[in-house]
């Protein structure tokens, strides 16, 4: 079990676990600094953003198209992965939006008193939601 | 009635999900100010042009390196993490509740089903660890950062990239791939974003992400019958939250389509095959509409850190309460200042 009494939540993390894991975390970003910075080559001539912006970047002094047609399989994928999830989120957002809609339509409007929306005895409110169906 | 409703997430939780956040939005604006150049010149030229750009996304790269790596190990380590794996995987709830969704959408259902619930109220009990939407959001964005954080490596790394490549377009190949890989989490957080900011109860930002649950009191049979409602008919709407809403959400629409059209017309790739320097189609409707899509990520962080300001104020105003508390006899409070909640009890 973990440490409750540092960590009030029962189903916390405990110290050490923490601490490990951000030794860890820390650990290995390190090493990956080293490895992506530690062996040079030209590639920071590989400029990318467009010339016309100051500097350049990774990318404008191409010549050759990409020769490797996996790569050009993997980029297509990718195209079409975003658009299929693409899709999806938008549906997401979509329903959200309209079950949003919904539940604001429960809720009470800004001005509405609480007298008015809860039974006068305190129990189960009886206010309608405006969709006429009971709430059973 | 607060808009408080019941936390899920424990205090290292909340503080990682800030700090993720924080890194993944950097990335997000340092990333898209490279691959959409064409329509945020201005972010580029804010961070300092090119060479300010690629350093400060690489820096916050190595930062998501770290993160990424920390979360994996604790969830591995410990015992809470391993606890927890079963409840990330899908169940059947999850189909039942993207249903439901539906029907609650077209009027033909009361409520939400409890696998889809944010306002959870009265019914918290039948709440899950994850939502649905909660589930799919951490398959999605773990892949998605674990795939960004090796290849963005990947081009990092000199040899790792002329080894693989031989010629510079096939490297800016992979460069793109690594940048079309992104937009599925930037449409991802669009909608984290609108999912959490925009829910009528919580409006203007769900505190779930932000207050850990030990900070949250609960209530527990406190009423004898079970309830009928989430109880959501007893909150108010907030005044402004219809006009914000539909603003914020037709902006969450277009961003997300926007960039991607924007990643199919602009990827910058293959340069060569049109040979467009200077941009791709150009057109001011997709650059208004990439440009929405970054602010509504500004709004994201903008929530994010207010969800921790709430949380500050939370965390004095419970510490105001419960000093006068402890003198009739309460609870003794044993770790100092941080107000030991009932679900320590409750919660088995
Ligand atoms: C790039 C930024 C972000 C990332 C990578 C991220 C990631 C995540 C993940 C993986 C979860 C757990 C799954 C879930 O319950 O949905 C989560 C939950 C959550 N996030 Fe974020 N998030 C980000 C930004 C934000 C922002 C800006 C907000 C506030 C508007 C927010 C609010 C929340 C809330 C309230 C939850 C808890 C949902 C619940 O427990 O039901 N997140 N986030
Ligand atoms: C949420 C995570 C990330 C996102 C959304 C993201 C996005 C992007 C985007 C859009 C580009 C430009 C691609 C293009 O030009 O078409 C890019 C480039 C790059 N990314 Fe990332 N990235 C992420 C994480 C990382 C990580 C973790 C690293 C490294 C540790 C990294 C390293 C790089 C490098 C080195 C470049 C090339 C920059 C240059 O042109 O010099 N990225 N990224």
Redesign the interface.
Known sequence: ??N???????????RV??L???V???A??AL??F?????????ES???????????????????????PA??F??AL??A???I??AF??V?????????Q???D?????G?SASE??AADGG??T?S?G?G?D?? | MSNLDHGKFTRVTTLFHSLLGLDVFLLFFTGYAIMFNDELWWMLTLMGGASGVTAIHRITGIGLVALVIFWITLQLISSTGRSNFSKILPAKGDIDAFIQDIQFVLGRADERHPSARQFAGYKADEVPLLSYIGKGVVFIFSIELTLLAISGLLIWSKTGLAAMFQTKAAAMAFVTFHGLLGVIMLMGVMFHIFEHGMHPAFYPVETKAFIPRSMVPEHHGDDDEEPDTTGIERLSLSPSWRTVSTIFGAMTVIGIVSVLIGSIFDEGYPVPRELAIGGGPASILLTIGINLGMVVLGVGLVLSMYGNVLRIRWEQQLERDERPAAADGGEPQTDGGQPEADDAESEH
């Open positions: 079990m973990t409750t009494e540092d960590l009030p939540e029962v189903n916390g993390y405990s676990s923490v490990v894991s951000a860890v975390g820390l290995v970003a990956a600094l490895w992506a910075q530690g062996f040079r080559l030209g590639y590989l400029y990318r953003v467009n010339p016309s912006v100051e500097g350049g970047g990774i990318g404008s002094d191409w010549v050759f198209g990409n020769t490797i790569l050009d993997l980029i990718i195209h992965a975003d658009v999830l693409g989120i938008l997401m957002v979509f329903i959200h939006w309209a079950a949003f919904r539940l604001a429960q809720m009470r409007e800004p509405e929306a809860v189960s409110p206010h939601d969709q169906g709430s059973t």
